[in-house]
């Protein structure tokens, strides 16, 4: 009667020393199991964080060349962003100027970085295999040129009012126009905006301002007075707008490499009627035109010291730019002009202005592959004298692209101007009707630095 308790217990032990077995190896695959899979999440997330660190580099290297750095400088300060807030040691970093590989080897102004991480995997080690594993990015980044798309932008936050249209003309934006003011006033609702005394905007009853949209950072006198290009438009006015960036703040200085000639011409002085003048670019510490006639040939006129007048006789210029520059102006190097940046102007040096009063036929520096392509007036950023544009003038006769970031623009012609105007501010005083247009003229480009690959 005791031998079937005996074989149950029998039974019993077999089945506990099958388990325990069992349990210890399913235990092992399971924790191996867990191990790979947060080798794989470590793997992968280091991945992406390599790969942010090389896009990093890419771009900040292709910025600083943007900014005319020099290969030695983009380089240096590339590895060290992303040594300080990518944790990659600057061992590791590669960067290439121009790159090696890819559809844009060879090409200056692009950047490529690279970078080899290795990556220490403690479940390697656990398995007697190797504990570290390679991870490789690439990157490119270089300049796009881009057209921006305002008619007219007033940078200056601090100037009030950023626009103002006071004149009993109309003037008329044929796009889009915006300021910076952080004057006050009141909406496009008609609510209270606060800001510095005055608006940000101010058109006068007298006056008209005709414009596709109207972004102002501030407010502005009258939301009324504001109006759409044809009947029945909404009103263009968006007050509170965000603020606009300087599109050409890393515009390169004029200098010898973009085509500025060192040639020192003396000054242009056109009085009388029987003056007949051929002018070569070139380096210039006045022009100025009452009388007879004068052409210009296509290329850069830097004016040194002195002021670009033109307020009679017959002036013409195909492909033509005018730069205006302090008597310190390097032509080799565009020292001192290209360490501006976005800094206050200084008053260290005699400037001019520019005063367009008779018609004339000017169009642009043409030069596509040139970064000042599109421009027909450019003066320097430490340049605070204004440009004042007052002609009669057809479509085609001036255009081009205006860029004065600290000098103020007072427009009081008619008829038909095919600029774009980028300038500190901007006041239209005119008592006849004038048009503002970018149709049909080439206009400098907007180079911002992109990843491309």
Aim: hydrophobic share 35%; glycine share 12%.
């Amino acid at each position: 009667m005791a031998q079937p308790p005996r074989c149950r217990l029998r039974v019993a032990r077999s089945r506990t020393g099958t388990i325990l077995p069992l349990t210890a190896i399913t235990i092992s695959i399971s924790l191996s199991m867990m191990g790979l899979v947060i080798e794989t999440g470590r793997l992968v997330a280091r991945s992406r964080e390599v790969q942010t660190a090389a896009d990093s580099a890419a771009l900040v290297a292709a910025e600083m060349l943007n900014r005319q750095s020099t290969n030695t400088v983009a380089r240096t300060t590339a590895v060290n962003f992303v040594s300080t807030h990518n944790g990659v040691t600057p061992g590791s970093v590669l960067v290439n100027m121009p790159p090696t590989t890819g559809p844009f080897a060879n090409q200056s102004g692009f950047a490529e970085a690279k970078i080899t991480y290795w990556l220490e995997t403690p479940l390697g080690r656990l398995l007697n295999a190797s504990h570290q594993t390679p991870l490789h990015a690439r990157a490119l980044a270089g300049p796009k040129p881009t057209p921006w798309k305002d008619v007219l932008l007033a940078l200056d936050t601090l100037s009030v009012p950023g626009i103002a249209a006071t004149g009993t003309g109309q003037l008329r934006i044929e796009g889009d126009c915006a300021t910076n003011s952080h004057g006050g006033g009141i909406d496009e609702n008609g609510g209270t905006v606060s800001g510095l005394p005055g608006y940000g905007a101010e058109v006068s009853l007298a006056g008209s301002l005709l414009a596709h949209q109207v972004r102002v950072t501030g407010g502005v006198n009258a939301p009324g007075n504001f109006s759409g290009l044809a009947a029945g438009d909404t009103n263009p006015l968006t007050c509170r707008a965000g603020w606009s960036p300087d599109p050409l703040k890393d515009l390169p200085a004029p200098r010898a490499t973009y085509g500025v000639s060192i040639l020192d011409r003396g000054r242009i002085r056109s009085t009388t009627a029987t003056t007949s003048i051929l002018a070569k670019p070139g380096l210039y510490s006045e022009i100025l035109v009452s009388a007879g006639t004068v052409t210009f040939q296509p290329g850069i006129y830097v004016i040194r010291g002195g002021s670009l007048t033109l307020t009679g006789g017959t002036v013409s210029g195909q492909g033509v730019l005018f730069y205006l520059t302090g008597t310190d102006y390097s032509a080799q190097y565009g020292t001192p002009d290209n360490g501006d940046g976005e800094n206050t102007p200084s008053g260290s040096t005699t400037m001019g202005g520019v005063t367009i009063s008779t018609p004339v036929n000017l169009t642009p520096f043409n030069n596509p592959t040139n970064p000042l392509h599109g421009l027909l007036i450019y003066t320097r950023r430490f340049n605070t004298n204004p440009i004042i544009l007052s002609s009669s003038q057809q479509s085609g006769q001036l255009s081009g692209t205006v860029y004065s970031k600290w000098g103020p623009l007072t427009l009081a012609g008619q008829g038909i101007y095919n600029l774009q105007l980028i300038v500190r501010k901007a006041s239209w005083i005119g008592s006849q009707n004038l048009t503002v247009s970018t149709t049909g003229s080439n206009l400098v480009k907007s180079t911002r630095v992109y990843l491309l690959e």
